[in-house]
C-alpha cells in the first residue's frame, strides 16, 4: 500500500521549505503555508523508519474539520484543503510553546505522576491519584517548541519570566486553551469519547493570534471511549483508548523510549496495518463519518496537480 514517506515539491512561488517529524512546510511567497501531511510517524521524538499508509489524510482532514468546528473561539490560519493530504493557510510567527491541556492523569503526567512528582509545569496535582483518574477541572502544562529533540517542560511563570510571551498574549493563549479543549470535549462526548489531553499551537499575524497547526487528532490528543471508562476504572484495567499511545506502549514493550544508546525497532507490516486501522478508526468515530479513502496510485503528482490549481486562483 502506498504512503507518502517523505515530499519534494516545487510549487509556484515557493521561497521556503521545512520538514518537520509529520508534516512538510512550503512556505509560498511568504505570506501562505502548504503543509503536506505525510504518512510518517513519529513517537518519543523520533520519526519510525515505516509509514503508515492514509495517516496524513485522516490528520488532514480530522484537523480541518475541527479548526473549522472551533473558528468562532478564534481565528485559526486554515484557508482550504485542495488536496484530502494538504492543507494551505496563513503564514504565522509562531509563538515557541506548545500549550498543553490535560483532563486525566494520563500519558507523560501518569509517567512523572508514578515517579513520585506532584509538581508539572508548575502545577500541582493532588495525591490520591490514580493512572487515567479525572482531574478535578483541565491543568495546563505547557511545553517549549523544540527545533530539535526533545519538547521540554515549562511552566507558565517561566515562559513569562524568560519572555518566550508575553503576559498579555499568554493570558489569551490560556483562555483559548481552556475554551478549545471545552469545545472538543463537548465534539468527543457527542460521539462516545472522551477528549482526555490535547496540545494546541498558536502564532501571529499582523498582530494578531491565531490558532495553528493540527487540532484534536491522535497524533495531538488522546482520547478514551466513554462506554466502561468508570467500570475500567474501578477494577484498574486499562482504559481503551484511540491515541498514540498504543505505538508507544509498544516500542516501549520492544525497548525503546528514545533514549541513548536504543534503536528503533523494526515495525512489522502486520502492525503497520493496525496503526493504519486504528487512525482510520478513529476518524470514523469522532466525525460519525465513514473514512473515503483517496487515490494512492500517484500520490506525489495527485497533490502537485492539486495544490497548483488551488494556488493559481489564492
Known amino acids: 500500500m502506498k504512503a507518502i514517506k517523505e515530499s519534494n515539491f516545487n510549487f509556484p512561488g515557493q521561497t521556503a521549505v521545512y520538514n518537520g517529524k509529520v508534516r512538510d512546510v512550503y512556505s509560498i511567497n511568504n505570506d501562505h503555508l502548504v503543509i503536506v501531511a505525510s504518512d510518517r510517524i513519529s513517537a518519543f521524538d523520533y520519526i519510525l523508519p515505516k509509514a503508515i499508509p492514509f495517516k496524513g489524510q485522516v490528520l488532514n482532514q480530522l484537523a480541518a474539520k475541527f479548526l473549522k468546528a472551533t473558528e468562532d473561539i478564534v481565528q485559526n490560519w486554515l484557508i482550504d484543503t485542495p488536496d484530502p493530504s494538504v492543507a494551505v493557510g496563513h503564514k504565522c510567527e509562531p509563538f515557541k510553546v506548545e500549550m498543553v491541556i490535560r483532563g486525566y492523569l494520563a500519558g507523560h503526567a501518569a509517567r512523572e505522576y508514578k515517579a513520585g512528582r506532584r509538581v508539572l509545569c508548575g502545577v500541582e496535582m493532588p495525591d490520591g491519584l490514580k493512572e487515567n483518574d479525572r482531574f478535578e477541572s483541565p491543568i495546563i502544562t505547557p511545553a517549549t517548541k523544540a527545533e530539535e529533540g526533545h519538547d521540554e517542560d515549562i511552566s507558565r511563570e517561566e515562559i513569562i519570566g524568560q519572555g518566550i510571551v508575553s503576559e498579555e498574549d499568554y493570558i489569551?493563549?490560556?483562555?483559548?486553551?481552556?475554551?478549545?479543549?471545552?469545545?472538543?470535549?463537548?465534539?468527543?462526548?457527542?460521539?462516545?469519547?472522551?477528549?482526555?489531553?490535547?496540545?494546541y499551537e498558536f502564532g501571529k499575524k499582523n498582530g494578531e493570534i491565531y490558532l495553528i497547526d493540527e487540532i484534536h487528532t491522535p497524533d495531538s490528543s488522546r482520547y478514551f471511549y466513554a462506554d466502561g471508562y468508570e467500570s475500567r476504572q474501578a477494577k484498574g484495567e486499562k482504559q481503551k483508548q484511540l491515541s498514540k499511545e498504543f505505538v508507544r506502549e509498544w516500542l516501549i514493550a520492544n525497548n525503546f523510549q528514545g533514549l541513548e544508546g536504543q534503536t528503533i525497532p523494526d515495525m512489522p507490516d502486520d502492525f503497520v496495518e493496525t496503526v493504519s486501522q486504528r487512525y482510520i478508526e478513529l476518524y470514523e468515530q469522532i466525525t460519525g463519518e465513514t473514512f473515503v479513502k483517496a487515490d494512492v496510485k500517484d500520490i506525489e503528482n495527485r497533490i502537485n496537480q492539486n495544490v497548483t490549481e488551488f494556488l493559481s486562483h489564492l
Do not use: M, N, S
Request: net charge neutral; aromatic share 8%; glycine share 8%.
Open 172 to 199: 489569551l493563549l490560556e483562555k483559548y486553551t481552556r475554551e478549545l479543549f471545552q469545545r472538543g470535549t463537548e465534539i468527543a462526548a457527542e460521539r462516545g469519547l472522551i477528549l482526555v489531553d490535547t496540545k
